[in-house]
């Protein structure tokens, strides 16, 4: 019992970073209907950026969280003005190639700028893993869930209690009618780029004291992300968040019974997930399109 | 300007004489030849994914996967069965193809980045499955993959198995040129277009999105079995979805929805490092997105659109 206690938490605490990251996936996917395969490789860039800040220019932890948050969004801003911008009208696929550009952009700098060799990145809070009860998580694992919750909490608000957040689900409803209504959506979309890329590089920042940091340490987890978003819906952040620890947690349960198909059981029933309910958990079933 | 036949005709026996020269010009440095015969394997899969994409209007993140049934395919039959080479690299396209009927069935039901996140998955997996089965070699690989046999002639230099792929490569890119100028083309592109109008028009969307699938998949296999054979080396993380979106990349580069594109992308993506350097490697990563990125705001049609320039301004 104890050790399922353990996996469990320790599923949760891995499935709050398939969180973090789906839910900028979706804050993103949602407004813009763009699926930001870029997303895992910006924070990674972000991420480089920021140890390059603690090393060598020897900032502060909680000055460089700031910028890293900063870094992000101002790479979001870029991204929207000069690249979204001008193939708004063409197809989804032109969309997805642009960030799929995007993210080899990132991870052929980093490793251009910083060198490929994987580095250890200090984590926000050391000190001895923490006992609840029969659980045992290390301090950075909590930082991680309470950030995932935090997170979460701010996006609710933003989405649906601030006049942006309105505009922006309302321009995901209907571009068009948006605009009519007098909605700015070209400064919605700056503004929803900008949270999302923020987020990724908050979401890379805090996570990859679990891993080492390396150009390519996002991509199993940005695949991971997008099976969150997947299970849970893809128009709801709420979807994202439970889907990213409904995932973690099955994953390392998967992991303890059947270690040999721990990467591809997931893949798998996202797959299914597709087909039976394209809509997942939490999202709205919409019409089919042509 | 109406192009005229005389001129077209001489482009066209200058470039033939031109690839068929080429071992001669590079015969001081064999590795060219090498790397030219990598450019070819990969130029074939992607006209396989362009097949889907940029004529079926399929997305496929998962294209690579197709390349490692065919390839590992043909080489277990070939080295535990013993099976005869050319019957194992049918065998390796058939797999291919099979594999590719599966896949199908989910773009039945799903486009767009749905689409692209089910192939991902799929994809994922398929290197994952082969990373644990012991027939596969798993996680250390297959080696020692025997070379490239025609009938009673081994073709074990760089020069012979250029000669090899180019006729390879011509036949499939003749096929799929005559496919898509049949009816079934003309179909298929009309799905691409509009699923609802096609529909209308009497097309059966989805035997012909499943036939798009089943093709593309066979001619990555194609591409995959040739190239266990050329490398005698694979790995299942060689065809994750890292090479995946590697092909992606080439056949965006190269332009998608062109004959000709995908062995422009494949020549670029094995060349460019090979000409920036060793030291220099990532950013070979770089240009690359940088190209994706220029290919799809700039130049729709990619590097092809360069070449139909010049077709244009020499009138041919």
Known sequence: ?????????????????????????????????????????????????????????????????????????????????????????????????????????????????????????????????????????????????????????????FLYRTKQGVAARSISQDEYAARVLGIPTPSIYMLIWAIGSALAGLAALLIVPRFSLEPSFMGLIQVKAFSAIVLGGMDSVFGAAVGGLIIGVVENLVAYQFPAIKDSFMLIVVVIVLLVMPQGLFGKRQQRRF | MVPSRGRRLTANVVLVALVLMVPLIFR???????????????????????????????????????????????????????????????????????????????????????????????????????????????????????????GPWALTSDASRYYFFVVVLALVFAAVRNFLSSRSGRAVRAVRDSEMTAAAMGVNVAAYKLITFVFAACIAGLSGALYAFTISYLHPTNFGLTFSIGLLSMSIIGGLGTIIGPILGALFWVMLPLIIGAKLTYLATVIFGLSIIGSVVFLPRGLSELVIRIQTRLKL
């Open chain 1, 1 to 157: 019992m104890n050790i399922f206690a353990n996996l469990a938490f320790r599923g949760l605490a891995t499935g709050a970073v398939y969180a973090l990251v789906g839910m900028g996936i979706v804050v993103i996917l949602q407004t813009t209907n763009v699926m930001n395969f870029a997303q895992g490789d910006t924070g990674m860039f972000v991420t480089y950026l920021a140890f390059f800040m603690i090393t060598t220019v020897k900032v502060p932890y909680s000055l460089v969280l700031v910028l890293a948050i900063a870094a992000g969004a101002i790479i979001g801003l870029i991204v929207e003005r000069f690249m979204m911008r001008s193939v708004r009208s063409r197809s989804h696929l032109s969309l997805i190639m642009l960030t799929l550009g995007l993210s080899l952009v990132f991870q052929g700098l980093a490793a251009f700028l910083f060198n490929s060799v994987p580095l250890l990145f200090p984590p926000l809070v050391t000190g001895d893993p923490v006992k609840l009860g029969p659980v045992i998580l290390s301090r950075q694992d909590i930082v991680v869930l309470l950030a995932t919750i935090v997170v979460f909490g701010i996006l609710y608000l």
């Open chain 2, 28 to 150: 001081t440095k064999p590795s060219i030849i090498g790397y030219l015969n990598i450019a070819m394997l990969y130029a074939l899969a992607t006209q396989g994914l362009n097949l889907l994409m940029g004529f079926g209007g399929l997305v496929s993140l998962g294209h690579a996967a197709f390349m490692a049934i065919g390839g590992y395919t043909a080489a277990v039959l070939v080295m535990t069965y013993h099976v005869n080479m050319f019957l194992a690299v049918v065998a390796g396209v058939a797999g291919a193809g099979l594999f590719g009927l599966v896949i199908g069935f989910p773009s039945l039901r799903l486009s767009g980045f749905y689409l692209a996140v089910a192939t991902m998955a799929l994809g994922s997996s398929v290197a994952d499955v082969i990373k644990r089965l012991a027939i596969t070699g798993g996680d250390y690989g297959l080696s020692n993959i025997p070379s490239l046999r025609l």
